[in-house]
């Protein structure tokens, strides 16, 4: 266990799309934009969902997905709750739950139980929902929530015919410029403030500066979901 850690940290969502089917020019991408991080003075940065390989077959590296969405059971299989783990750090107690896995309030409840602080939720969607669905989660578990996506056009991928992004396509040709995922990435606060984003318009940093030690006790002395509000003698899964 750690026991120095900072009163604040300074962390970086990274909004941006993969060079798709172009793994070492992903790295090289991702390179640079660690490097201007690094530059702004972050000490974490969260890349998109499946960022290295592109989605949705590619990798998330601090964690496996225990339930893939739609199409995903494709290409992922199904994994247990060992992958995923809450790591314990100079900047606070880290974690990661991917996509929709972020709908499943079992599994929140699993994270908030591992005292998780700094919640990172990396993902494909997009848009208010997504926005409301990343507030509630940081309200709900009294942590900063940290959810990065990637910003697409259809420049991105590559063109027909080697590449169909639509049916269409095989007789239309596409807008380059249209955007594919709009992005959104977003920093919260356990008071449910957005510190950072959402931005749907291009790809990007956002920064935002977190007081772990001195928020986060804040908001779980209003609401503790696995505290002081879990009721554990009237509430279970059994009766």
């Keep these: 266990m750690f026991s120095a850690m ?10 941006a799309s993969s060079v798709f089917y172009d793994t070492p020019a992903t790295i090289d991408k991702a390179e640079r934009f660690l490097k201007e991080a690094a530059e702004l ?18 990798y998330n590296f601090a964690d496996q997905k225990i339930m893939p969405t739609c199409s995903e059971r ?87 015919p080697e590449y169909l992004y639509s049916p269409s396509e095989v ?19 356990p ?3 957005i510190l950072a984003g959402p931005n749907y318009e291009e790809e990007g940093l956002f920064t935002a500066d977190l007081d772990v030690r001195g928020e986060i006790p804040k908001a779980k002395f209003k609401f503790d979901v696995v505290g002081h509000y879990s009721r554990p003698d009237i509430l279970n899964l059994t009766e």
């Design 6 to 15: 900072s009163s604040t940290v300074r962390v970086t969502v990274v909004q």
């Design 191 to 193: 008071h449910g403030e």
């Design 171 to 189: 007789l239309v040709t596409p807008d380059y410029d249209s955007i594919i995922w709009a992005g959104g990435s977003v920093i919260i606060s």
């Design 41 to 58: 003075g972050s000490q974490l940065v969260v890349f998109p969902e499946a960022f290295i390989g592109g989605y949705p077959r590619g």
């Design 74 to 160: 494709l290409v992922w299989g199904f994994r247990d709750c060992s992958t995923t783990p809450v790591y314990d750090t100079p900047y606070g107690k880290l974690g990661s739950v991917i996509c929709w896995e972020n709908r499943m309030p079992l599994l929140r409840t699993s994270m908030y139980a591992k005292g998780i602080e700094i919640y990172c939720a990396q993902t494909a969607d997009s848009g208010d929902t997504w926005v409301s669905t990343m507030t509630h989660v940081a309200m709900e578990g009294g942590c900063y929530v940290l959810s990065p996506i990637q910003f697409c056009r259809r420049k991105d991928y590559p063109s027909p």
